[in-house]
C-alpha cells in the first residue's frame, strides 16, 4: 500500500493491491480527478490521463493561453461559478455576499494511521500499519479560507475513505452553504445507479436505474438520515456487473442527518458523484479560527459484482466501523415483549414471559416501551425516564435483578431525542422542545422533538438515563426515535445559525451516545427509528446493531434483509420471530421459515411464547440451539452471498461462508408454492471448489444430508425437490441449509 507523491508531475497515486485513485495538480493550482478504479501500476507522470478539449462557449479560468475550461475538467472538488456549471461540491458566502471561491494547493501531508474526526463517527485503525492518509491543504486567498481533502486508503481493502474540512482564517466569517464528504468524476456514463429505497416496513428495497444526462439521486431530509425512505447510499455499477462479476463503484456515507448522494451526467459524457450533507437548509457560519469538518464517506470500488461490493463494507463496517466491547462478539439471543405485550403488561407478566423464555434457551429479555411515566399509551411519557411503579412495583433496579434471578440479562427500550407535550418534562422545560415560533409545530405519533443543538437539554436526559444505567442490572438498551423532524428551529441559536439546526442536532446526538458508551461499555446498544428508519453507518458505530423494521413477516424480511445487507453486515441487523397471523400483514408463514430468515441477523423473538403450543415451543427450542451453534459463523466469522433476489423472481437465496471455508450456513426461501413447476437448482457460491461438503437440512423435521464438492455446490446446484418446499409448508417455505467440510481447508484473511 502507498500513497505516493510524484513531484515533478504534480500527482498523487493512491494505490494498493486492488485500486488506485489519481490526483493532479493542474497549472492553474486547482485539483483534477485524473483515475479511480482497478490498480494500475504507478509511474512518473499521468498527466496525458487529463482530458483538454478545445470546446465552443468554454470559459478559460486561467489568465494564461491554456485552453483549460473547469466546465470539461474532472475536477476532485468543484466549486460554482468559475466556468463550470455541474453542481459544485462546496460553496462558501463571502461577507460581500460572493460565492465565488478559487481553491489552490498549498501543501500537503501523507501519515501512516487515520486519524479520527473530531465529534463524528468514522471508520478507524488499530494500528498505523492498516492505513495511510493524505491530507491535501487548499487555501482560497480573497476569502482567507482554508479547505483541507482528506483521504484514507485502507492496506488490504479497496477502500478510501474521504472528507472535507473547512477553517476560517481570515477575520470575516463565512458561510458554508454546502460541503459534499466527496466529490468523484468519471469518464463516460455506462453505468447504472443502485439505491436502496423504501418506505416504512418496507426498508432498504434494491432499486436500480441507468444513467441519463442529467441530475439523478437519493437525498434524506427528515433528520433521520434518510429516514425508511432513502439510505445514505448509492453505487455506480456496469450495466452488466451481476451480484457474483462486474465492477462497482458504491459510497456509503457515515452520518445519521439529512443527506444528499447524487449522479450528474453532462452532455460530454462525464458523470459526476456528489455524497455529503444536503445543502437544502443547511448553512454554518464559520468564524475566525473555527473548522468545519464535513461527515466521512466511505468509497468501495469491486469487480467482483455486487457481492464484492458487499463483503468490503461488510468487514470494515465490522471491524472498523463498529467498536467495543459487543464488535466481535456474538450476539445474545433475545426475547422482546413489544408485539407479545405492547403497552399491556405488569411486572407479573414480565417475569412470566421471562421464565417462559429461559426455558427455551434466550438469553436476553428486552423490556420495550411503555415502562416509564405515565406511559400506557403513546399520547404521553416521553421524556419521563422514570420507572412507572403501578405497572412495575419493583422499579426497573428490582426488576433487572429479578429477570437476573431467572437467568436471563436485561435490556431496555428509550426514545432519548423525544417528548410528549403530556409529561413532566414538557411541564417543567417546555422550551426543550425544537420548533419554530409563532408556527405550529406538527406532531407525530402524539410527539415532538428534544432540542438536541443545546448542551443543557442533552445532559438532562443523560443524567436521567444514566442513573437508570447506574442503578439497575441493565446489559442492552434499545435506543429509539419514531419520528421524523419539523419546524426545525433552535431558540437559543441566533438568526445568522439556524442553517446549523440539523447538523448540530446529530452532532448532540453523537455526543450523548458517545458518553454513555464510554460510561457503560458492556452495555449493547441497538438503534431503532420506527424499525429501520435510521439504518446508517453514523448510528452503528455507536450501536453495533440496528433493528432493520417492524416488518417482522419472513416473507417481507426476505427483501429488507437482501437490501439491507447491499452495505451491512449481519451482526447489524436486527431481526426477530415474531407471532403469526403477523401483526403488520395479516400473514401467516411456517415458524421454520420465520426462524431460519431471522437467524440471518442478531436473532430473537417478539411474541409472547404462552400463545405458542408444546410443538412450536419444541421448534423454538430446536431453533435457538442452531442459532448458538452458528451465530459465530453468521454473525463475526464469514462472507455473506447473496444469491437469490426476491426482487427478481419467487425465490430468495444466500449464504455465509466462514474466512476459512470449512463452514457455511445457507437459505432457500419461496414466496409462492408453484403446481407442476419446472426444476429448481439452487447453486451456492463462495465454497472451495475441490472441497467436499456435507450438506446437512431438513424437511418436515427429519434431518437428511448428503456430500459434494464445492464446485458441484456452486457450478451444478442444489436439486430442489418441490416435494420439500411442500413438507416445509408450501407459500413461504423455506430450507435451511449447513455446510461443514469433510476435511478441514485452510485459508487466511485479514481483519
Ligand atoms: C417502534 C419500534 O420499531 C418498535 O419495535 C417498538 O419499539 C415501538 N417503537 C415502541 O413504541
Redesign the pocket.
Known sequence: MAIIFHERSGIFHLTNDHVSYLIRIMENGQLENLYYGKKIRDREDFSHLHDETARPHLCVSLPDPSMLSMQYTRQEYPVYGTGDYRTPALTIRQENGSRISVFTYESHTIQRGKPALEGLPATYTESDDEAETLEIRLFDKVSSTALILSYTLFEDLPVIARHARICQEGDAPVLIERAMSCSVEFLGSDFEMVQLSGAWARERYVRVRPLEIGLQGVQGLAGTCGGAEENPFLALKRPHTTEHQGEVYGFSLVYSGNFLAQTEVSPFDMTRVLMGISPESFAWKLEKGETFTTPEAVMVWSDRGLNGMSQVYHRLYRRRLARGYWRDRERPILLNN?EGTYFDFNEEKLLQMARKAKEVGVELFVL??GWFGERND?FRGLGDWFCNTDKIPSGIGGLSRKINEIGLKFGL?VELEMINMDSDLYRAHPDFVLRTPDRYASHSRHQHVLDFTRQEVVDHIHDMIAKILRESEISYI?W?M?RYMTEPFSAHLGADRQGEVMHRYMLGVYSLYERLTSEFPQVLFES?A??GARFDPGMLYYAPQA?CS?DTDANERCKIQYGTSMVYPLSMIGSHVSAVPNHQLSRTTPLETRGAVAMFGTFGYELDLDTLSPGEMETVKNQIIRMKKLRRLIQTDSDFYRLLSPFEGNETGWICVSGDKSRAAALLCQRLNKVNASWLRFKLAGLEENTSYRVTFEVGGITRSFTAFGDELMYAGIPVEREDLLRQGGDFAALFYELEADQGVSMIRGF
Do not use: F, L, R, Y
Request: proline content about 0%; some cysteine.
Open positions: 413489544w420495550d416501551d403513546d427500550w434499545k429509539d419514531n431503532c420506527s424499525g433493528w417492524d
